[in-house]
């Protein structure tokens, strides 16, 4: 077994490209679901709309990057009011249903031959739509070292990466101990106390939804930029369970918890595939067990069972405190 | 994470069977692949064949490929055609549809091209173009017929699913999110019991439907959820539990079983029945007239055993129901195994007319959620009308918006009703807050 080689993948992807989407994605679900008590299970349709909204716009309109990043931003709030009208005054397992629908209708939409000319079909959008952030990168190139490895641009990506999610994150560390995200909690804990109170409920969970939202749809643009391509299926509803087991992981409602929950989650997924593969391919695990193609499917089956396994024995995640958020508040 | 490729390739008769798997071909990252010997050359290949799966000779077919690969081929007398490559890479095929005989058309104008990526040479790709009587020469009133038809078919799958679904939530608030693999374990159980162990398929789908039930029902309820119920685990976290559940359980499928879809040994290309405007595959009728019986059935028992009775209490109150003598923790078992079986019936039958996959319940699910909550969350009638309005919709859809698009057109009805109608349509206003 290559030992080195394992510890240099595993490394790579605990602060590599993959952490940091599934970093945003969670952060924007902390703030629905970990701060405001909201069962959103279409992110992946806010990481598509980011994703998107990044390709299209410079590929079929020719649009400057910058100005796509805008429409994409504007479009994940368009998403979360569209979202939201109809189902924030529901409860709380109807928001999941619609919003688990409504991020399939994205991604249908978006794969469908009837848009094939925009939106690229069932192949996605592949092209050069992330040049004018790449003519940026200083670094001529990649990183080498026996336990980091990244392209000159996956460098870039990760840099630029990690300082959006350390903004985004300070940004989130401010609003959840401002008295507005105090009131957020209390929505979470008992939402017609706070009615009680005068509060306009609807309006903050509408606040809620837009601005984890927007973070998740940040998400969507590095992974758009940092592969230069946009796949429909990859923003099924498959990202967003795995963006909540990243929130799980980490602990809910504690603003590092995504973050730290992303990079454990990609450290187990690298290990345990690397490891695997090395034990397939030395011949160390006999070939009728697991075959060379089997290896990706034991790490999903491991990945269901964590999910399981935690939601049972530690929901509160890994940093998450039990007393503030007991998961039930809407049951 | 960043595997996509699809074939879609689909020569399957009734237009609800191609839908569902049109979905399954889109959602799998998978595709039909021969291993071929390591010495020959990698080939594209398929077979055309007519609706009734008689071989179509002579039609034209051009495939183009990295670095300027072209080549121009036809079928031969069995229908088949073949284009050896060296490289690897994206081709795509297409089709000249003016070579088609008279009266066959591409069941999707849209999909004259298919494309195929070749990432590794020594496996043959075998692409299909699913062709159907023409579709323009079936009149309006025919084609809303026979749509009509396949909607109350799949409304009666989705039924018997969302039946079970719709009972369990009603009397223990799970929304169980892995549901649809209850389907994908009876749709295996059928095709081991069929095609390894030799049973007849008569045999073997029945025997799948209690086997389901005993395991899909009995033994997980016994092992997984009654000991959390135990637990107190609240009903979002269960919720996520099953979430981890059903990702488990595909995988493992995924795992034992492949990413093919297969077919059953028998009756896989039955031929269909003419009954005025509408056509029908004799299978069809038996599977829908024995679901139809078993909805009745549940029904029945809901609304005159005493068992049914007990379980109509706890899911109005369980503290009350287990006061006045009711042991809750029998009713809920008795649920469980009674939606498992339903559901596993509709996989049978979902196996039965267009094959198994380790997706097929996962891309049931949607459309399972969509009838209970368009329905009323936790009403039994409910689940069975929002079922028959989901399929008709979906199907009969097809007449004003592009197949692909169905799924889309059904999931915004969903959102629309819950915005004029959030309990669902016999939901009661209680229970949304």
Redesign the interface.
């Known amino acids: 077994m290559d030992f080195l080689f394992i510890t240099q993948q595993t490394l790579s992807a605990t602060i590599g490209v993959n952490t940091i989407i599934f970093a945003l994605a969670a952060i924007g679900l902390n703030m629905h679901f970990g701060y405001t008590g909201l069962l959103n299970f279409g992110q992946a349709g806010f990481l598509a709309i980011g994703a998107y909204s990044v390709a299209v716009p410079v590929i079929s309109f020719g649009l400057p990057l910058w100005v796509a990043f805008l429409i994409g931003i504007f479009n994940s709030v368009i998403f979360a009011l569209l979202l939201g009208v109809p189902t924030l005054r529901l409860r709380a397992d109807y928001l999941a249903i619609v919003t688990i629908a409504a991020a399939e209708i994205v991604r249908q939409i978006a794969r469908s031959a009837t848009f094939n000319s925009t939106l690229g079909g069932s192949d996605g959008i592949t092209g050069k739509f992330g040049a004018d952030f790449f003519a940026l990168n200083p670094f001529k190139s990649g990183l080498d070292t026996p336990i980091l490895r990244f392209s000159a641009n996956d460098l870039w990506v990760v840099i630029t990466g990690w300082s959006l999610v350390a903004f985004i994150v300070f940004i989130m560390w401010i609003m959840v101990n401002s008295p507005w995200g105090r009131l957020m909690r209390a929505i979470r804990e008992d939402e017609d106390a706070v009615r009680s109170l005068g509060k306009n409920v609807y309006l903050y969970k509408m606040q809620s939804l837009i601005i984890g939202g927007v973070i998740g749809a940040c998400g969507g643009f590095v992974y758009a930029l940092s592969r230069q391509s946009v796949q429909p299926d990859n923003y099924g509803t498959a990202l967003t369970f795995f963006a909540y087991t990243v929130l799980i992981l980490g602990g809910a409602a504690r603003v590092f918890s995504p973050v730290i929950g992303a990079m454990i989650f990609w450290f187990l997924i690298v290990f345990i595939e690397q490891i695997l593969r090395q034990g397939v391919t030395n011949n160390l695990i006999p070939d009728w067990l697991i075959g060379a193609n089997q290896v990706s499917q034991i790490r999903f089956m491991l990945m269901g069972l964590g999910l399981m396994l935690l939601m049972i024995y530690r929901p509160q995640g890994i940093f998450g405190d039990k007393k503030e958020l007991a998961l039930d508040a809407k049951a | 994470?960043?595997r996509?490729l699809?074939l879609?390739g689909l020569s399957l008769p009734a237009v609800y069977r191609s839908a569902l798997l049109f979905i399954i071909a889109?959602?799998s990252?998978f595709f039909l692949a021969t291993p071929a010997q390591a010495e020959t050359p990698t080939k594209l290949y398929g077979v055309v064949t007519d609706s009734e799966g008689a071989a179509i000779p002579g039609v034209g077919i051009s495939v183009v490929g990295p670095d300027g690969f072209s080549a121009n081929v036809s079928t031969d007398e069995q229908g088949l055609w073949e284009v050896p490559i060296l490289s690897k890479g994206g081709f795509s095929a297409t089709i000249n549809v003016d070579d088609l005989p008279e009266g066959q058309a591409l069941t999707d104008p849209?999909?004259s091209t298919v494309?195929a990526n070749v990432f590794m040479l020594g496996v043959d790709l075998r692409l299909l173009f699913p062709i159907g009587p023409g579709v323009a020469k079936a009149s309006l009133l025919e084609r809303s017929a026979q749509l009509t038809l396949d909607g109350i078919l799949l409304g009666l799958v989705i039924g018997l699913a969302a039946l079970g679904l719709s009972l369990i939530f009603g009397t223990t608030?799970l929304?169980n999110f892995a549901h649809g693999e209850i389907l994908t374990l009876a749709g295996l159980l059928t095709y081991y019991l069929s095609a390894i162990a030799g049973l007849p398929v008569l045999i073997a789908a029945p025997l799948a439907v209690i086997l389901g039930a005993f395991i899909s029902g009995y033994l997980q309820d016994r092992y997984l959820w009654k000991p959390?119920r135990r637990?107190g685990?609240?009903?979002?976290?269960m919720?996520?539990?099953s979430?981890?559940?059903?990702?488990?359980?595909?995988?493992?499928f995924?795992?034992i079983f492949g990413g093919d879809t297969r077919q059953l040994p028998q009756y896989a290309g039955q031929a269909g029945l003419e009954f005025g405007l509408v056509n029908i595959t004799p299978k069809s009728i038996l599977t829908s007239t024995i679901g139809v019986f078993f909805l009745i059935g549940a029904t029945l028992w809901l609304l005159r055993t005493r068992m049914g009775k007990a379980s109509r209490a706890v899911a109005d109150n369980p503290a009350l129901a287990s006061a006045s003598g009711i042991d809750v923790q029998r009713v809920i078992r008795a649920v469980w195994i009674l939606g498992a079986a339903l559901a596993s019936y509709a996989g049978v039958i979902v196996t039965l007319n267009q094959g198994v996959s380790f997706l097929m319940g996962q891309d049931m699910l949607?459309l399972i959620?969509?009838a209970v909550?368009l329905g009323g969350?936790g009403t039994a009638n409910g689940a069975i009308v929002g079922s028959l309005i989901i399929g008709l919709f979906i199907q009969l859809s097809t007449l004003f918006i592009?197949t692909?698009?169905k799924?889309?057109g059904a999931?915004?009805v969903?959102?629309?009703i819950?915005?004029i109608r959030?309990q669902g349509i016999l939901g009661k206003k209680e229970?949304?807050?």
Not at chain 2, 233 to 237: D, H
């Open positions: 994470m960043t996509s699809n879609l889109i959602t990252p849209q999909k494309k608030g929304t959390l637990r685990t609240g009903l979002i976290a919720l996520v539990v979430i981890g559940f059903a990702i488990f359980l595909r995988y493992f995924l795992f949607l959620f969509a909550t969350l592009p692909e698009l799924y889309v999931l915004i969903l959102i629309l819950l915005v959030p229970r949304i807050g």
